[in-house]
Structures are given as C-alpha cells and as structure tokens.
C-alpha cells in the first residue's frame, strides 16, 4: 500500500510538470497561474502545493527534469587526455541539435527558457542558476578548444575562450530559429553542414 501511494504521488507529480510544460508554453510563464497548471492537470491547486512549494519550484523543477542541449553533452570534453578534442566539440554540437529534433520535452523547455519566460520577481533566482551553468559550458567547451589548439588541431591565434561564446551562440541561434519556424524545418537536418561551417573558421588554413 505504501508503495502504491509512493507509485501515486510520483505519477500526480509527472502530470503536474508535464501540464506545467503545456500551460508554460501556451501562454508564457508570468501569465500562468498554478490554478492553470491545475486544470490542466486534472487536479487541485492543493496538489500541486503538496509536490510544490510555489511557481517558481516548480518551475525549477520542470527545468531540471529536462535535457537541455549542448550543456547535457560536456562530459569529459575538458580532459587534456582527449586524443581528438576537436571532434569531440563537434559531436557535441551535432548532438545537441539531434536532441532538440528528438526529444520533444528538450524543445518546450527551450522554447519556455528562450521565448516564454521573464527572469523577474518569482523566477529571479533563475537567472543566476541558468547563468551559471552556461557559465560552466562555455569553460568546458574554451577548454576542450584550448586542448585542441596545442593538438594543432585549429589555428595558433585562435581566442578559444572567444570562440567557445560564438559556438554556444551559434548552436543557441539554429535552435532558436527553428523555434521561430514552428519546428517545421529541423536543425538537424541541414545543422551538421552549417556546423561544419563554423568549425572551418576554427581551423582556418594548416600550414
């Protein structure tokens, strides 16, 4: 029985985040109310207290659960043992694109972070922690470039710390302008290419 109120409680919770994601999406972060969310979910405001401690937790909470491009796909790419750093840059780039076309729940909460959402008053806090982790994957990523310029790998003079905020920008706008499209034309399809045009400026001319 206790396991059951536990399998219970965690499905009331699954449907609250995911009627969060909907309602979020529709109509903007600052104008949803958790009455909204409620409905939406098929439950009572007193639920989503339960699960909840206000908008902004749970707000925190629908951010966490999803996987967001490229900051998902740091692991080990700051390793100076990396014998080809960067491919591995790459990969992660064309592989955050290939979540955003596939995982639909990536996409809301982006569209949500990027389009929706008013960093103020409530979500204020917000700020501060989406900052610091894309504070974090622009340092992975700088360093994962510096490895590869002592590899020879791209240009002597190239800034990697420079070049690590023009790639997340970059990624950041082909996400973005499909968003603006209405996801009829997916950064995966053409992305690999324009990718493999940024990093050519990386590389520059060997030799």
């Not at 003079?157 to 034309?185: E, T």
Request: aromatic share 6%.
């Amino acid at each position: 029985m206790v396991r059951r109120t536990k399998e219970e409680a965690q499905e009331t919770r699954t449907l609250i985040l995911d009627a969060a994601e909907t309602v979020f999406r529709d109509r903007g972060v600052s104008r949803t109310s958790l009455a909204e969310i409620a409905q939406q979910a098929g439950v009572t405001r007193g639920a989503i207290y339960w699960h909840f401690q206000n908008k902004a937790d749970l707000f925190t909470a629908m951010c966490d659960r999803a996987t967001l491009p490229l900051e998902a796909l740091m692991e080990n790419m700051a390793d100076p043992d990396q014998p080809d750093p960067l491919g591995l840059v790459r990969r992660a780039c064309v592989g955050a694109l290939d979540v955003v076309a596939t995982d639909e729940r990536c996409r809301r909460v982006f569209e949500i972070l990027t389009l929706k959402c008013e960093y103020v008053d409530e979500l204020a806090t917000q700020v501060q922690r989406r900052q610091e982790c894309r504070l974090g994957a622009r340092e992975v990523l700088g360093q994962a470039l510096e490895n590869a310029r002592r590899r020879g790998q791209v240009r002597a003079d190239l800034d990697c710390r420079a070049a690590a905020v023009a790639l997340m920008a970059f990624i950041d706008g082909l996400i973005l302008d499909w968003s603006l499209d209405g996801g009829s034309n997916s950064p995966a399809r053409r992305g690999e290419a324009m990718i493999d045009l940024f990093f050519s400026g990386l590389i520059g001319r060997q030799g």
